[in-house]
Each structure stands twice: as C-alpha cells, then as structure tokens.
C-alpha cells in the first residue's frame, strides 16, 4: 500500500508555516507515501512551500492514517526541510567522547532550523559530556563522582589551564542560554561555540602529544643520530 495525495483524503492542509511561524495557506508541491511493515501505520509526507515573500521556505507535512477502516489521513506534524551539515571533530575527540558529538549536531540542527532559543541549553549540554568525559578517562577511578558533579564542579578539575580557562568561560554562556536573564550580554551563541571548538582543539592537542610522547622514548635508540 502506498500512500499518493490524489488517492486519499487528507484532513487538512498545515496553516502555519514552520520556518517563518506564520499563519498560512500553504502551496502543494509534492507528495510520497511510505508504508511500514502494517499498512494502516503508514503515513504521507507531502512537500508544502510558504507563499509569504519574505519567507518561501520548502517544509514537510506528514500526514498519519491511524485506522485500519478510515481512508483519512490526518496531519501530525511539520518540520523544514533544510540540509545541516553536522560537524566534524578531530579523531581523538570523537573516541573520548562519542556523545558529545551526537549533542552538539543536535543543537547545530536546532540552531540552523531557527530554534536558537533551544540550541544554546544543547551547546551548553555538549560541553558537559566533553568534560566529563575527558576527565572520567583521566582517571577512570572518579568516574561515578564526576558523573553526579556540576559542570562548573568538574572543570575546576581540569589541570591543564588552557583547557579549564576556555572550558569555564564556555560554561557561563552556555549557562547563560539556560536561565531568565543573561549575563553576558555582548556575547552570543557563536562566542559559546567558538569556547566549545577551542576546548576541543586543546583537548585534541593534548590527547595526540599524550600518544606521541608515548609511543616515542625520551632519547632515540642508540646508533641513530
């Protein structure tokens, strides 16, 4: 079973447009049905653009059927259709800490898709996991008591000052993005993200000297020059 917009009724067209957040009537682009391994829980996803000048951006409606008797599909929900392309980090940050990656591309979504309001606490959580992470690896042993830590608990922790200066300095904005009132009010979302990618970078750094200086004695074998 397949779902086509020409074949079945829908309950209704969205009138809000999920990009700009506006009232609207909608224009149909394009519609395609996927069904699952039970026909009825099937659902439509029909291809809409805004029609308001400042705005025309493209989104998706999907539409649910719901009912083994009912040939209606009803609207659930609406999203944008914009392409985000996810953030790379060096190799050495993504083995420490898998979720901190998972996170931070969630919030970059948010971020891109207009939700600012919600990308911030998403940054801010991002950090958390890097820090606790990198620490937790540091010594395994405090694990469960850097777990229940604060964040701004745990970076005081960090020995290496440039990591804990950039770290703290994240945190307060990202703090920022989770309360009432701001206290930085000449820095923004990009500042925090740009703390972020600075404590990733010291921790890349120091995490890839760690395996050089490892993998590598202090004085050459004898015999070479």
């Known amino acids: 079973m397949t779902f086509k917009l020409e074949s079945n009724q ?17 224009i149909y682009c394009y519609s395609y049905g996927v069904e699952t391994w039970r026909s009825y829980e099937g659902f439509l996803q029909v291809v809409f653009r805004c029609p308001r000048e400042d705005c025309r951006r493209l989104f998706i409606a999907k539409y649910l059927n719901g009912s083994r008797i009912s040939d209606t599909l009803f609207l659930s929900s609406t999203f944008l259709l914009d392409f985000v392309e996810f953030a790379d980090f060096p190799k050495s940050v993504s083995e420490l800490s ?33 820090v606790k992470d990198y620490l937790i690896k540091i010594d395994p042993s405090e694990k469960e008591e850097i777990k229940e830590k604060k964040l701004g608990e745990v970076i005081k922790l960090i020995k290496e000052k440039d990591i804990e200066q950039c770290a703290s300095r994240a945190a307060w904005l990202g703090n920022d993005e989770t309360h009432y009132t701001r206290k930085w009010k000449d820095q923004d979302l990009d500042d925090l993200k740009n703390l972020i990618m600075m404590v990733v970078n010291w921790i890349d750094l120091k995490e890839r000297s760690a395996h050089y200086l490892q993998a590598m004695p202090s004085k050459p074998p004898k015999g070479t020059s």
């Open 98 to 130: 898998e979720m901190f990656g998972k996170i931070y591309n969630q919030a970059k979504v948010a971020e891109e898709n207009g939700l600012k309001l919600i990308a911030g606490p998403g940054y801010r959580k991002a950090l958390e996991f890097l």
């Open 10 to 26: 829908i309950d209704k067209y969205p009138d809000i447009c999920p990009g700009c957040g506006k009232g609207i009537q909608p």
